[in-house]
T-cell receptor
């Protein structure tokens, strides 16, 4: 099976712009989560989508949003970019039945966003 | 609130030495999941192990072993006979066991360097 893919891999934007990142999960996986990784804050959960619905949300401002399509692909959008948004954005997908079990997440290579 | 602490920021050992990475967690939940991930220089997080809170058996996978002790809220990871390829940042993570919860709380990570 192909792994999680993320596009683009690198992105440079300026303050005030907006950006959209894309994630394609492993085939058959319906859960897609997004994480932000910075040297100062480490790995932080942004949000998770399952069957096109946002199921969990982290503590990020409303400038960070996402969506999931019927084929489970997901996009993440950041509006009005700030310097502090420079980070590695990781997408992860998880499979398995939606029960009590928390399944392992498989991560993509990430999109490195630099805000100038 | 959930919290994961990896007190060792950096560890450096010589190849073939055994090394243990510590992980201490905090949660009020009685049911939860613990994970270890490896992040090589390429940036992609690689899943290593998942353990639920009801399963305190230690696990061994090749040169890797994990010691889970609920009494001390620890989930330590040992690499036996380390190799240069083990050099990476290792993350311990915690997830609540709520239906559909795919939200990982990560520790700050331990940078492991194996010197030849």
């Amino acid at each position: 099976k192909a792994g999680v893919t993320q596009t683009p891999r690198y992105l440079i934007k300026t303050r005030g712009q907006q950006v959209t990142l894309s994630c394609s999960p492993i085939s058959g996986h319906r859960s897609v989560s997004w994480y932000q990784q910075t040297p100062g804050q480490g790995l932080q959960f942004l949000f998770e989508y399952f069957s096109e619905t946002q199921r969990n949300k982290g503590n990020f401002p409303g400038r960070f949003s996402g969506r999931q399509f019927s084929n489970s692909r997901s996009e993440m959008n950041v509006s009005t970019l700030e310097l502090g948004d420079s980070a590695l954005y990781l997408c992860a997908s998880a499979g398995g039945p939606p029960g009590l079990a928390v399944n392992e997440q498989f991560f993509g290579p990430g999109t490195r966003l630099t805000v100038l | 609130a959930q919290k994961v602490t990896q007190a060792q920021t950096e560890i450096s050992v010589v190849e073939k030495e055994d090394v243990t990475l510590d992980c201490v967690y905090e949660t009020r939940d009685t049911t939860y999941y613990l994970f270890w991930y490896k992040q090589p220089p390429s940036g992609e997080l690689v899943f290593l192990i998942r353990r639920n809170s009801f399963d305190e058996q230690n696990e061994i996978s090749g040169r890797y072993s994990w010691n889970f002790q609920k009494s001390t809220s620890s989930f330590n990871f040992t690499i036996t006979a380390s190799q240069v390829v083990d050099s990476a940042v290792y993350f311990c993570a915690l997830s609540e066991a709520v239906q559909g919860a795919q939200k990982l709380v990560f520790g700050q990570g331990t940078r492991l360097t194996i010197n030849p």
